[in-house]
DNA sequence: TTGTATGCGTTATCAA
DNA sequence: TTGATAACGCATACAA
């Protein structure tokens, strides 16, 4: 095995109660002392056993994260953003991926609570329908917990999401504003929150404007599908404006529509929702929905370590505002 | 604290030890007694310590994982297939990203050794030049490790790479065979392992036909420096083939020359690499390189268990292929 | 088949 | 200012 506070204080002659207290600079031991341990520490190569340092000491420094997928960037981003922002509060993070399966999602935050974490980051899988065991499980669990980007309403934790509904909402006016009149909605399944939530804006923006739209489910959130199905729709079933629930599916609409030799925007609006690398690399700059991820994850690890402090951690919600960019610009009406 | 074998040992009126027998399903302890102990782990809320199991055990059961960065579909997709592949090994993973820093790198290799990770696999930054301090602790370390993806060529370790020079050359001769023979490529800058490899790909398929092509460096491998590139370019220097060493390149390059009026492929050819999520969201089809992502991350894994077991691990290249789509399909040459 | 004793590497409590 | 000793929770060699 390695070198340990035992072999350095042999080498030293002094005992390994000395070591330690020098190693982590105790006033109580001497200026020369603590010098030669350190110096041989060095020397040595010693390494400190954190397993050793955990056991005693009661606690892990280890913080969980737990996300629905690692592939889109925004999860990308919250992995990121959180472990770096958390090693500097001096706590190490261990990464669980859900693979966006409920049960992965369950394994993943019992090993995490078996390997002693302090503390959990949830951003859950939430799709519909949930196992009522696994959300009791969650309730139960004595590991503090906050949902971070989305949540599970069952149960009763402390959150801090995104405001996905008002983004959508705030979007949806703006464009009714513009004076369009039919619209159509491309989202990809009924009975995910953070997606029943957008079409909820949605419905709300255009019943302001007296105006009610369609939504077209195209199965997932994923490019084919989105693409196949505005590729296909009949002619006269395209609305002046299609928003999408996320700017992969809005870059979707907008190459199926150039397939189909139509312009954008000047025939037809395509607006998406994220404001990622995705709207970024669209041919025309895209109207989307800007999401602070900067503040979500501040606020997130914040969260957590008032739970971890016993402070009480209250719910915040980070606004999302619209941006109008040249996919949408007003033009004449023709449908 | 938790419940531990202590308590569960007084509970039952056993000894300690053969509550920690029957645990483990050591035939050594009676069906009944093992049944009767279980029974109560479960009741109580009993949950192992990792920790004091490993402290006593000498290993930990984590390997590390370090990557340059996460954000781009490749390291994402690293990071996930991983996990789960060594989860089923039985082996936690310990991610760490490295914000494309070398320092940060070295941090979290440090980081990593400390906190007795059995072995470590090393996606590395890959910059020029390196820090030479490094190079030699990295040698020097006593960690089990692989290089994932791309290496260090100063170290001498185990590898597991793509053939990206490979995959660059059979583009290039696909598309000199095609009769194209004014050619640019887009790299992001010099000195980064990967990124020249990439360029003596291309370099030697050109050579190959008696063509010397021209490189393009942007200064980073992002969207916006491609595009602006492309856009300002000349249009006297511009090629009949656009190649990019990677997709989100080939997609400003085809965005650019669309603001320009010209259209992809019929009078300019666009290519990318990596076939990755990119790829798929071109308005038109992409030329690019596959890479084996998945034959990739099981290499990876196999490798470093070979090392944790003893063995000797041989350095290992995926092979990569030219696919040829639409933007690149030929059309008479007019440049 | 079960219990006792010991040690893993570290920190904490007391004495010296 | 330092040293001896006892924990932390678990696994195991050996004794019963």
Redesign the pocket.
């Known amino acids: 095995?390695?070198?340990?506070?035992?072999?350095?204080?042999r080498e030293l002659?002094?005992?390994?109660?000395?070591?330690?207290?020098?190693?982590?600079g105790?006033?109580?031991?001497?200026?020369?002392?603590?010098r030669r341990v350190k110096e041989a520490a060095e020397r040595m190569g010693?390494?400190?056993?954190?397993?050793?340092?955990s056991?005693?000491?009661?606690r892990t420094g280890v913080l969980g994260l737990v996300v629905a997928e690692l592939r889109t960037p925004f999860y990308a981003t919250l992995v990121q953003d959180i472990s770096r922002a958390a090693q500097e509060k001096g706590y190490e993070v261990s990464v669980a991926v859900s693979d966006d399966q409920g049960a992965t999602e369950w394994a993943n935050m019992r090993r995490l609570v078996q390997h002693r974490v302090e503390g959990i980051m949830l951003s859950p899988v939430n799709t519909m329908p949930r196992d009522p065991a696994y959300m009791r499980w969650l309730q139960e669990m004595d590991v503090p917990m906050v949902f971070a980007g989305s949540r599970y309403v069952e149960v009763d934790a402390p959150f801090v999401t995104l405001d996905i509904y008002g983004g959508m909402l705030d979007l949806t006016r703006r464009l009714t504003a513009q004076g369009n009149r039919k619209f159509v909605l491309l989202s990809g399944a009924e009975g995910v929150d953070t997606m029943d939530q957008r079409v909820a804006g949605f419905r709300a923006g255009l019943a302001e404007a007296g105006l009610a739209g369609q939504v077209w489910y195209t199965g997932d959130t994923g490019y084919e599908s989105a693409y196949r199905r505005v590729l296909e729709a009949p002619r006269e079933e395209l609305p002046q404006v299609f928003m999408c629930i996320n700017d992969l599916m809005a870059l979707a609409a907008m190459n199926a529509l150039a397939r189909r030799g139509l312009r954008v925007p000047e025939d037809v609006g395509v607006a998406g929702f994220d404001d990622g690398v995705f709207a970024q690399v669209s041919p025309v700059s895209l109207t989307t929905v800007h999401l602070d991820l900067s503040a979500l994850t501040g606020a997130i690890l914040e969260a957590m370590l008032r739970r971890l402090n016993g402070e009480r951690a209250y719910p915040a919600t980070i606004p999302s505002q619209a941006i109008l960019r040249r996919s949408t610009e007003k033009t004449e009406s023709k449908n």
Chains 1, 2 share one sequence.
């Open positions: 095995m390695s070198v340990t506070i035992k072999d350095i204080a002659g002094v005992s390994p109660a000395t070591v330690s207290l020098a190693l982590n105790s006033s109580m031991i001497g200026q020369e002392t603590t010693y390494v400190r056993n954190p397993y050793a340092r056991l005693v000491k009661g």
